[in-house]
């Protein structure tokens, strides 16, 4: 049998390799590129690990509880590179009160929000609003700052802040002695505005994610609107909220521009929340830059490392949480 | 009992209309700070944008005018670093999870530490970015900035590279294999084609996300009063500026401030409503 | 021109599933075999050996030889390699939806490297011309997407696509399946043209679809081949009692 003729080509394609080496190595640069993602956090942990030993070694544990008492004013003190006082308490709560706070103020508005716009919103209106929800998550935090700055503070200077002192200043938490309309509270209620399109959103999407015959089961029992919301809906997402909330939380933590512009940044603890005061990510933002001493420095790098180990932990729980929920759920609409 | 069925009823019905109310409120209550504050960037700011902030570099204190020409060429060289390093790597992850990884343990964990890595606040990533670059060299500099944003830039591209490598069909890979094309080919010319409209969306919002951002540039790119361009040395940005100028004193400062947050933000909408175009026209037009 | 096919002793798995069980064949070369059978039968799993798209599948495994004129593809060569020599033609129409009808069709060969534009440009109209579809495109090759075409069309442009690397064998898997009953008649048309130029594998579930294209035909049944012969010789007087009940209609 003769040779069989090969067209031009087929000779082409019979003499092109079967590229093993390149698709060997265009795997391997996949898997690299993927990798870098652990790799990143290795290299930010062990960065800021190596960074902060100074402090570390200095202080341990206590850097986070230590109060300093000054022995001129026999006053507490927690935070004066210049003295050498160096105890991350006072941003350790000024971080918990203004999230926690955001957070009180955030999750009744989120969940509201998200349940007008997936039980009761008119078609025409969802889209819009959804992505104006959207536009609220797209927002800098510099520019939520500037408008807190000149627009939110003034006006809790003017008429928030007054009403509450009147009315609520005997539970000792909204007290006089600051006016200038800076503090936690503010932060707090830019904060909730920044993480409200964050818990809506995911908490949006975890409702959309309850099977509809979990609604009409309800319904056929002759609920009204809210008795299915209530029973055939929240209560078979609340996990997923709860994941939700918690990834605002997470967020809340550590968010920095807006705090910075308006909690005041003073390393003290009061009860007021109409008070000034710092947080972990506000103080580093604030400080760091004129930080002279190796121990100031480190101390800002170990707080900094002390809000990635939370961050992380907060959002690891979160997604959990929220995945249990939308795992094998049909895609979500956006 | 037929009575108290009544009163029951009636109550149930007023306690579906308070919820229904108090669901109306709050999202009107969530309305109201976004159109509140486009209400003021675009009085504040229109009112102070003029040719000389495009063009002119901030006056010194004291005297008026100038503008944030420099903040604003300093935030499109950091940009552009940051997208030379996000997008290829992002979507070379991306790439590994749809393409290699598919239901494997590694997979799993790189696609959850992606998401945790997303949760991280900006400014640690600008601490981490000033002791890998900035203390060996002893220097501020935008390539410390650059990269700071480089690098919040990759989880989320990679995630979303995924989820749209996921929705091209299984079809399309098996022709494409099926021709004898080799298989890095085919993820490139093919799969990874096919699905970048969706792609390049992704790429868009971390983008929008990355350019706003001024925590990670606070000790990395610092910021600059006068022209720069060297990857080298300090350099402005358009967020930064905007910091600056809001928490000094002066009157003029704020206006610039304001006009400077008017660019940024008109430039994000810009982004994102363009994203919102694209995959409203549906991301993979055509493939199913 | 097209080369024989001989398979020996061919065993495939999906995981546990032993889904093709010592199967022994020789497909002639220029000629159209087609392998009939019950759905879950073997038979698209078999066409899927014979250009190792079957490994594909990560679970997927296979024993056994299959030469292709005188090359055997699982110890001779890459699957990279054999795909090229081997078209194949889906169940379902899957030309690249992003890219132009010109595109789909010179894509065998562009992302093989090959880039003689002026002969890609005769590949292009020979391939389209052979699959019956150039008179119908040949005003917007690169205006309209493939994915723009009716599905009848899109099928006849994947079978384009297939040829325009010039393939020895062409497997079908169903191809006309999910076509209406026009589509489906252009396509046993250039079935029957192509048939002297290529040696083609053809599944199919439709018998009468086999008698009118095929000079071969197998019945499959449960993994296994049952029985392997002429067309004529299987729907008039098949040696076995299974063939003759699943040709009469008796099952499947």
């Not at chain 1, 004066?80 to 203004?98: C, I, K, Q």
């Not at chain 2, 490598?165 to 298989?183: F, S």
Request: aromatic share 8%; with cysteine.
């Amino acid at each position: 049998m003769p040779p069989p003729e090969h067209s031009a080509i087929r000779r082409f394609l019979l003499a092109r390799g079967n590229s093993a080496i390149a698709d060997r190595v265009f795997r391997a640069l996949m898997i690299l590129c993927a990798l870098s993602i652990f790799g990143i956090v290795v290299l930010i942990a062990w960065q800021l690990i190596e960074r902060s030993q100074l402090s570390w070694q200095a202080f341990g544990f206590n850097f986070f509880w230590k109060t300093y008492i000054d022995p001129t004013t026999g006053l507490p003190s927690y935070w004066d590179p210049v003295n050498g006082y160096f105890s991350a308490l006072p941003f350790v709560y000024g971080t918990l009160v203004s999230s926690l706070l955001s957070l009180l103020l955030a999750v009744p508005l989120a969940i509201g929000v998200a349940i007008f716009l997936t039980e009761m919103c008119p078609g025409l209106l969802r889209a819009p609003l959804a992505f104006l929800t959207e536009l609220l998550a797209a927002i800098p935090s510099i520019i939520y700052g500037l408008w807190a700055v000149f627009v939110l503070v003034p006006l809790l200077r003017h008429y928030v802040n007054p009403f509450l002192i009147k009315s609520l200043g005997w539970t000792g938490f909204f007290d006089d002695s600051n006016p200038t309309g800076l503090g936690f509270f503010a932060s707090a209620v830019i904060l909730a505005i920044m993480i409200l399109p964050i818990i809506s959103s995911l908490t949006r999407e975890v409702m959309t994610a309850v099977p509809h015959s979990q609604r009409e089961a309800v319904l056929a029992l002759g609920a009204t609107r809210w008795e299915m919301i209530r029973m055939g809906v929240l209560r078979n997402a609340r996990v997923g909220i709860v994941g939700g909330v918690i990834l605002g939380l997470g967020r809340a933590l550590g968010e920095t521009m807006a705090v910075t512009m308006v909690i005041g940044n003073t390393p003290e603890i009061h009860r007021s929340l109409l008070a000034n005061g710092a947080s972990m990510a506000s103080v580093i933002a604030n400080e760091f830059t004129e930080a002279v001493t190796d121990m100031h420095l480190s101390a800002l790098i170990e707080i900094g490392l002390a809000l990635f180990i939370v961050t992380i932990i907060v959002n690891a729980i979160a997604r959990l949480l929220v995945w249990a929920v939308t795992r094998g759920a049909p895609a979500t609409q956006r | 009992m037929r009575q108290e069925f009544k009163t029951r009823t009636r109550l149930r019905g007023v306690v579906d209309k308070a919820a229904t109310f108090l669901a109306v409120l709050s999202t009107l209550l969530v309305i109201l700070p976004l159109v509140a504050i486009f209400i003021y960037l675009i009085i504040k700011g229109a009112s102070s944008l003029n040719l000389d902030f495009f063009t002119k570099i901030p006056a010194p204190v004291g005297e008026s005018g100038g503008g944030m020409a420099n903040a604003i060429v300093g935030s499109v060289t950091l940009l552009a670093l940051a997208s030379l390093i996000g997008v290829p790597v992002g979507i070379g992850g991306g790439v590994y999870l749809a393409e290699f990884g598919r239901g494997t343990k590694l997979a799993n964990a790189i696609r959850f530490t992606a998401d945790v890595l997303n949760g991280v606040p900006s400014i640690v990533m600008g601490l981490a970015a000033y002791s890998l670059i900035v203390v060996p060299q002893h220097h501020f500099s935008a390539f410390a900035g650059g990269i700071a944003l480089g690098i919040m830039m990759i989880p989320t591209i990679c995630r979303t590279t995924e989820e749209m490598l996921l929705m091209v069909p299984h079809a399309v890979r098996e022709a494409a294999l099926g021709l004898g094309v080799p298989n890095w080919r085919s993820v490139i010319s093919i799969t990874v084609k096919t699905a970048s409209p969706g792609i390049i969306t992704g790429c868009m919002l971390a983008f929008a996300r990355v350019a706003g951002e001024t925590a990670p540039l606070i000790f990395t790119a610092l910021g600059n009063d006068f022209w720069s361009t060297s990857l080298n040395e300090p350099i402005a940005a358009l967020p930064l500026q905007i910091y600056v100028y809001a928490i000094s004193p002066y009157d003029d400062w704020h206006r610039l401030a304001w006009a400077g947050a008017l660019v940024l933000i008109v430039l994000i909408v810009l982004a994102v409503s363009l994203v919102r175009f694209v995959t409203s026209r549906g991301v993979l037009k055509g493939t199913s | 021109m097209g080369v024989g096919i001989e398979v020996t002793n061919l065993n495939a798995w999906y995981g546990t599933n032993h889904t093709l069980q010592d199967i022994n064949l020789n497909i002639p070369a220029n000629h159209a075999t087609a392998l009939i059978g019950p759905s879950g039968c073997g038979k698209s799993t078999f066409v899927r050996c014979l250009n190792r798209m079957h490994e594909t599948n990560p679970i997927a495994r296979v024993t056994g030889t299959v030469r292709i004129g005188d090359l055997d593809i699982y110890n001779d060569t890459t699957p990279v390699e054999i795909r090229r020599r081997v078209g194949m033609v889906f169940q379902r129409p899957n030309p690249f939806p992003t890219m132009s009808i010109y595109d789909n069709v010179s894509a065998g060969l562009k992302l093989n490297g090959y880039s003689h534009r002026q002969s890609l440009d005769e590949v292009v109209e020979k391939s389209l011309k052979n699959s019956a579809l150039w008179d119908e495109v040949k005003d917007d090759l690169k205006k309209k997407s493939g994915a723009s075409l009716s599905g009848g069309q899109q099928q006849r442009l994947c079978i384009a696509r297939a040829l325009a690397v010039d393939p020895e064998v062409l497997l079908m898997d169903e191809p006309a399946s999910a076509l209406d009953p026009v589509s489906t008649s252009k396509i046993e048309d250039l079935i029957f043209q192509l048939k002297s130029q290529y040696t083609i594998v053809i599944v199919t579930h439709n018998m009468q679809q086999a008698a009118r294209v095929a000079e071969n035909t197998g019945f499959f049944l449960n993994g296994r081949m049952v029985e392997f012969d002429s067309t004529h010789k299987i729907f008039t007087n098949p040696s076995d009692k299974r063939t003759e009940d699943y040709i009469t209609g008796r099952f499947g």
